[in-house]
């Protein structure tokens, strides 16, 4: 482990490398923090956010997302936050922007340890500047807490096989059940815990006793998690954790006769992930890092590489549905792997040239001047930035992405101050009326009688006679996306509407905003 005497030695005798890092982490929030609700809210972001705030609300609650088969430790973190922030969707992203500060924590640390303080500091830098991490980071999605948790499984994988303490072991088993209370693909670290023992040296005396203590240590360490994660079972529904799985990926027998299906396909789906999100310099320092490890048979470098890809490779093997979120988990360890080979390159630089301070400059450029470009735009026009084709889709393009959601509750409370108001949604979970909600949530609760707003989901674009009636004595408002509208309801009178992205074939999507007209006496 790493003593604070170590630490303070650190501080002395290498300052430039302590510059280096606190310079990182300030290069980590400016990449964050400006802009972050810039970018509309997306579909499930919308159900997070309004889960949590129907907890908060609601204590006979604070189990919502398991009914949806989701397990809630996102929501339940982000709880407490709603009395910091006033917007909503703030609220969320700042938990993921402090989920990437603590995958930016362990890359550092876990190259600092286990290889040297270069290759800690130039995975920093990738993690901080990496568009697949800045973008996700950026988004109050389960995702980069997942990821934190399982990069510090990892390392706490890596130092209970080193160091055999009862503590790491307790820790680890802290980190496994945060990542399995976050989101239930945190089942694939378990897979991966045991290959940790490659790192460690078997000498023929005591070989038995060590093997048994390590085991020992698994079985605490997993009890633990599993302890947490079975915390679950005091709320409703738990049986649906499992059951809501098998809607996103194929058994096995579906696959019997195309074994490569959707394996081939999902293959290039990450292959695009890799090109645009990552880039093709920071896909070559990756190569580099793997390549290191096989061929110096480093166990470490080979234990991270499996850790990342076992979750990647099942993945691409069973996964329905497949989008850059799903691998967040892997891209870390990676970028660890590319740290290393990035230092090792700024070794053989300085020998050649006998300078320290060319070759990191060097790399330095080379490694930021796609990222720095790419953030930037994630920064100022997400819209602009070119992530994949899919997720470009759901993110900025069809009805899973959320524009004008602010602007209508506002129009809506300042209606209120003239009588109730009754809001219809041509859906009823998801980005409407979730993301209408969230930012009614505060006037609901306190507004006065008489200026009532009400939230009604339905399951299309009918306006049901019963609400058409009340359109008489109440204001009555439909929201809907535009390709939803075929044909328009009729009786209906367009108030605001809120494009969304062109899509590539230059078609355009929608949230239009209705005022329900009365019912018409013939």
């Known amino acids: 482990m790493i003593s604070g005497e170590s630490m303070l030695n650190l501080l002395k005798t290498r300052k430039v490398e302590c510059l280096s890092l606190i310079l990182l982490i300030g290069l980590y929030f400016v990449l964050r923090l400006p802009h972050l609700t810039l970018q509309p809210i997306f579909a499930d972001e919308a159900i997070y956010i309004r889960w949590a705030q129907v907890m908060v609300a609601e204590p006979t609650l604070r189990f919502l997302p398991v009914t949806d088969g989701k397990t809630p430790l996102f929501m339940w973190i982000m709880m407490p936050s709603f009395k910091f922030f006033v917007d ?113 040296n078997f000498s023929r005396v005591g ?9 020992l240590l698994w079985i605490l360490a997993v009890g633990i998690a599993l302890v ?44 695009e992930f890799f090109s645009k999100l990552v880039g093709i ?57 590319a740290g290393w080979g990035i230092s090792e390159i700024e070794k053989l630089m300085t020998a050649r040239i006998k300078n320290k301070v060319l070759p990191a400059l060097a790399l330095f450029i080379v490694i930021v001047f796609y990222p720095l470009s790419f953030d930037y735009l994630l920064i100022t026009a997400p819209a602009q930035a070119a992530v994949p084709v899919n997720d470009h889709k759901g993110y900025f393009e069809e009805w899973t992405a959320g524009y004008g959601f602010p602007e209508i509750a506002q129009f809506l409370i300042g209606k209120a101050q003239n009588g109730p108001v009754i809001v219809l949604t041509e859906g009823f979970f998801g980005t409407l009326p979730d993301g209408l909600e969230i930012y009614l949530e505060k006037y609901i609760h306190q507004a006065p009688k008489g200026h ?66 009365p019912e018409v006496k013939k």
């Not at 109050?140 to 510090?152: C, E, G, N």
């Not at 738990?238 to 059951?243: C, G, P, Q, R, Y």
């Not at 098998?246 to 081939?264: A, K, M, N, T």
């Not at 939230?455 to 408002?477: F, H, M, N």
Request: with cysteine.
């Open 88 to 200: 909503p969707l703030l609220t969320g992203r700042i938990l993921s922007v402090f989920a990437g500060a603590a995958t930016l924590a362990g890359v550092f640390f876990l190259g600092w340890k286990f290889f040297n303080l270069r290759s800690g500091l130039w995975a920093a830098l990738l993690v901080a500047v990496t568009p697949f991490i800045v973008f996700f980071d950026r988004l109050a999605l389960v995702d980069s807490m997942l990821a934190a948790f399982s990069l510090w499984a990892l390392i706490l994988g890596l130092l209970v096989v080193k160091y055999l303490r009862v503590d790491l072991a307790m820790c680890l088993g802290y980190a496994l059940g945060g990542a399995l209370l976050t989101k239930t693909p945190a089942m694939f670290n378990f897979i991966a815990l045991p290959f940790t023992i490659l790192t460690t």
């Open 207 to 215: 070989r038995e006793k060590r093997f048994l203590k390590i085991l």
């Open 228 to 271: 947490m994660y079975n915390f679950l079972r005091l709320g409703p529904s738990f049986e649906k954790l499992n059951a809501r799985n098998q809607d996103y990926v194929f058994s096995p027998l579906e696959l019997v006769g195309r074994p490569l299906d959707p394996f081939i396909p999902h293959f290039h789906d990450v292959t």
């Open 281 to 337: 310099v920071g896909s070559l320092f990756v190569i580099l890092g793997v390549i290191l490890a096989i061929v110096k048979r480093n166990r470490v470098g080979l234990v991270i590489l499996i850790w990342s890809l076992i979750p990647l490779l099942i993945e691409m093997a069973f996964l329905k549905t497949f989008t850059a979120r799903y691998i967040l988990s892997s891209i870390a360890p990676l970028l660890i792997l």
């Open 452 to 517: 009532e707003i009400v939230v009604k989901g339905t399951g299309g674009i009918k306006i049901p006679e019963d609400i058409r009636k009340t359109a008489l004595t109440s204001q009555v408002y439909f929201v809907a996306n535009r390709s939803r509208l075929d044909p328009l309801p009729p009786g209906v009178e367009l108030i605001k509407e809120f494009p969304k992205n062109k899509t590539y074939i230059n078609s355009q999507e929608a949230i239009f905003l209705f005022k329900v007209l």
